[in-house]
């Protein structure tokens, strides 16, 4: 069978046992649901080269220059919380898919889908955000759209961006470039996004100031590309967390990604509050921060070089990749323990148990 | 049913309707004081479930707690550097 | 934070790991069950079960309120949840639980206003606030959390608050205990109490499990320090062939427990003469309903529920695990037909189920070799 037709059989295989009949929440947690929805369907479909490594960004080549390219949809509610609100999520998010790339966002697009009945003035603050975002992450929003659905059709207003960025050549990055010894780098505290919008929902009644992280990660990304080959690997640790992300990785290479608990970075009311929901912050959405797997031998270089930029104060080596056990990520926890760290199944929900 | 928090009452917010607000790293919460005895007081460590204070935290018995198990990780510091030491002397290891 | 991160101290975790392995009678083997899910997470979590000795293992029992709710119940609050004009609300371990249409976040996409809330009285609150609509809180848990939702009722009337009302599954910790020590082929030989139930029904509701059946029981706290201590304390009962109840967690749970807690369960609650338990059949006064007094706040009583009885899967082995017969990787469907992601029983529907925390934590690691009879 030639690796087109072994792919096409895969795919069928994956297609075949999807069965769900009605798409839930589940399906756009970032975890396992959404990655079955993703191959049964829409790779079932729209399979090709370019879209199958399902990276943050597609890597094209026009004319002898590299580009990365992606898109993102942005749902999220409440529409502004503590620290953001859709508009700058939308233009880092892209921003950072780009970032983790290897390369140097130049332009987005912005496609609106308005409810009918939201106010102008929400509208407004949301694109004033964006402006301040793309100012920030020195990109321009070159094309747009705007649609409008009849009111409770809508969820107020969600964004789709794309955006297109110039790859460095300094680097190669890919899952297949790690190897065992390397270690794992996170830019700064993890669980802020995800905890500060579940919070800003109002119905937890917490009191507590925990804002988004959202930020372009772009600078720390280029100041890493400074390593050059011994830059294997860059993520940003979006919906599912770090914990999800990694996992990702672990499976794409085949080695294991083993972290420490003691040196998670998180902030005392982030683990606060997550003590108080039963949250693990390793599944909580993070929307400015990168992860790294650099060479063991440049480990602390790359902690140097984040450190250097305000974003990357709290930057911290986290973990080390290891051959055994594949496909696997552990932690070893601050009590002397080790557990596994799996997948996320679905959106990380509060409990009382 | 299992998850109780400590946090610490950091304001009485109704004494009539019994409910305070309740600290812990940084979060606050209003939790119901019906469950305890007598009246809530600031500065106090209570055990708080589904925005409940269900009972309070007796410092003493956790000072107690803490010390026998301190207590036991002396004594086994103590005999692993008592191995450690006699290994040297008798040249084992 | 304080009262936590003394007792996750990773260093005293080794001495006290050493001094288990010590205090081990020689030759036997031993298992330890913990009931609690909270427990079962907590184990889990912090990696405690590498940390014991070889020859002692830990058994997950019952005690996870989520788990145990019948597929039926689940379908009657699906039913509630789509009646018109209602805000469903639910603590978040439920929204998730499979019936046999759906679960609540089904219903939901299905248009049924289903309402995360973290404490009852945020719920009572929501029908302060919405007075066209009709609130229902579905409460779950054991005596822990039933104290708090008997508060919200005697507030609901006290406040003359008329669109609140309970769909009550509260359970009681003794019945399933006993059922459990009462199973012919039982291969357990101490107990790890519940710290939280504890600190509301006290610790004399155990003394039968030390009188009548001879077995250790360890009121347990929740961090790993305390679970460590705990299962120590068990060991050296086992160890001089004592069988006495004793409390570990005694910086928040008494003898007693607590008086105003059993009181308000008392006024607003009582046992029902049976309820069904997933993977344990039916338990004699083993489920509480509200009085005839709170009937204007009982969902139950103001709702018709298809109150359907549906028997669990065929391939289901959850009652064995549950017993601490069968570990989770032993039962056949387990991680194929049963995952996370599509549940065929209850050990595999919640987070803390015994099958869903190894699936998540550990099915990865080297297995313990089972504790023989």
């Given at each position: 069978m030639s690796e087109e037709q072994s792919g096409a059989e895969a795919r069928r295989r994956r297609g075949r046992r999807f069965r769900d009949e009605r798409i839930t929440l589940v399906h756009g947690a970032g975890g396992k649901a959404t990655r079955n929805l993703v191959e049964a369907v829409f790779l079932e479909e729209l399979g090709n080269p370019l879209l199958e490594?399902?990276?943050d960004s597609a890597l094209l080549e026009a004319g002898g220059t590299k580009l990365a390219f992606t898109t993102d949809a942005h749902v999220v509610q409440?529409?502004?919380?503590p620290g953001g609100d859709i508009g700058s999520l939308a233009v880092n998010g892209t921003v950072n898919d780009i970032a983790v790339s290897g390369a140097r966002p130049i332009a987005l697009s912005a496609a609106f889908v308005l409810e009918?009945?939201?106010p102008v003035a929400d509208l407004r603050r949301v694109v004033a955000s964006m402006a301040a975002a793309a100012r920030e992450a020195d990109v321009v929003v070159a094309a747009g759209d705007t649609k409008v659905v009849e009111?409770?059709?809508?969820?107020g207003l969600t964004v789709t961006t794309s955006g297109v960025g110039l790859v460095d050549d300094r680097v190669a990055l890919g899952a297949e470039r790690v190897r065992p010894g390397d270690k794992v780098l996170v830019s700064g505290t993890l669980g802020d996004h995800g905890m500060a919008v579940m919070i800003a929902r109002?119905?937890?009644?917490l009191e507590v100031e925990i804002e988004s992280d959202?930020?372009?990660?772009f600078p720390l990304a280029e100041s890493l590309f400074a390593l050059g080959k011994d830059l294997r690997w860059l993520r940003d640790p979006t919906r599912g967390g770090l914990a999800t992300t990694l996992n990702e990785l672990t499976e794409a290479c085949g080695l294991c990604a083993v972290l420490e608990e003691k040196a998670l970075p998180v902030r005392e009311q982030v683990a606060a509050a997550c003590e108080i929901l039963g949250l693990d912050p390793l599944y909580v959405a993070n929307e400015g921060k990168l992860i790294a797997v650099v060479a063991a031998g440049r480990a602390e270089e790359a902690l140097a070089l984040l450190r250097a930029h305000p974003l990357g104060?709290?930057?911290?080596?986290v973990g080390e990749i290891e051959p055994?056990?594949?496909?696997l990520v552990l932690l070893q926890t601050a009590f002397g323990g080790s557990r596994v760290v799996d997948m996320l199944t679905g959106d990380p929900l509060p409990r009382i148990c | 049913m299992c998850l109780g928090i400590p946090a610490q009452?950091?304001?009485?917010?109704d004494p009539e309707a019994k409910t305070a607000k309740a600290e812990i790293g940084g979060v606050r919460r209003i939790v119901s004081c019906?469950?305890?005895?007598?009246e809530a007081r600031v500065g106090e460590w209570v055990l708080v479930h589904v925005g409940f204070a269900l009972d309070r935290i007796d410092e003493e018995q956790a000072a107690e707690t803490l010390q026998l198990l301190s207590d036991m990780g002396e004594a086994y510091e103590r005999e692993l550097a008592q191995i450690r030491e006699t290994a040297g002397e008798t040249g084992a290891t | 934070m304080r009262y936590v991160d003394e007792f996750r101290s990773g260093e005293l975790a080794r001495a006290l790991a050493s001094e288990l392995a010590e205090a081990m009678p020689p030759g036997r083997e031993l298992a330890l069950m913990e009931v609690c899910g909270g427990h079962t997470h907590a184990i889990y979590k912090h990696g405690i079960d590498e940390l014991l000795p070889p020859g002692l293992e830990l058994v997950h029992g019952p005690g996870c309120p989520v788990c145990v709710i019948p597929v039926g119940r689940v379908d009657d609050a699906v039913s509630l949840a789509l009646e018109p004009n209602v805000i469903f609300t639910t603590f978040g371990?439920?929204?998730?639980?499979?019936?046999s249409k759906g679960s609540l976040l089904d219903a939901r996409s299905q248009g049924a206003d289903v309402r995360m809330v973290y404490s009852p009285l945020d719920a009572l609150e929501l029908a302060r606030a919405n007075p066209e609509s009709e609130v229902i809180f579905f409460a779950i848990g054991f005596e822990t959390t039933a104290p708090s939702t008997a508060v919200t009722l005697l507030q609901a009337r006290e406040q003359g608050i008329a669109n609140f009302s309970v769909f009550c599954n509260h359970v009681t910790i003794g019945p399933p205990l006993k059922a459990i020590l009462d199973a012919p082929e039982l291969r357990l030989n101490g107990l790890i109490a519940p710290g939280h139930v504890s600190t509301v029904?006290?610790?004399?509701?155990?003394?039968f499990i030390a009188s009548e059946y001879g077995r250790p029981v360890v009121v347990a706290g929740f961090e790993p320090l305390d679970i460590l201590q705990s299962v120590l304390m068990l060991v050296r009962q086992l160890a001089e062939g004592r069988a006495e109840v004793e409390n570990q967690y005694t910086r928040v749970v008494r003898?007693?427990?607590?008086p105003r807690a059993l009181e308000a369960i008392e006024q607003t609650m009582e046992l029902r003469d049976s309820f069904e338990w997933r993977g344990l059949g039916s338990i004699p006064r083993s489920g509480l309903r509200l009085r005839e007094e709170f009937a204007d706040w009982d969902a139950e009583r103001r709702y018709e529920v298809p109150g359907v009885s549906v028997p669990d899967h065929?391939?289901?082995?959850c009652g064995q695990v549950l017993r601490g017969l069968v570990k989770p990787w032993e039962c056949?469907?387990?991680?194929?037909?049963?995952?996370?992601?599509?549940?065929?029983?209850t050990c595999m529907v919640?987070?803390?189920g015994a099958c869903a925390a190894y699936y998540h934590?550990?099915?990865?690691?080297p297995k313990r070799a089972s504790v023989t009879a």
């Open positions: 490594p399902l990276g409440p529409l502004f919380f009918e009945g939201l009111r409770g059709r809508g969820d109002g119905n937890l009644e959202t930020a372009s990660v104060a709290e930057a911290a080596i055994e056990p594949k496909g | 009452i950091v304001e009485i917010v019906a469950l305890l005895e007598g | 371990d439920m929204m998730r639980v499979p019936g029904i006290g610790s004399h509701p155990y003394d003898e007693q427990g607590n065929k391939a289901c082995q056949k469907v387990f991680g194929t037909a049963c995952t996370p992601e599509r549940p065929i029983g919640s987070s803390e934590y550990g099915r990865n690691r």
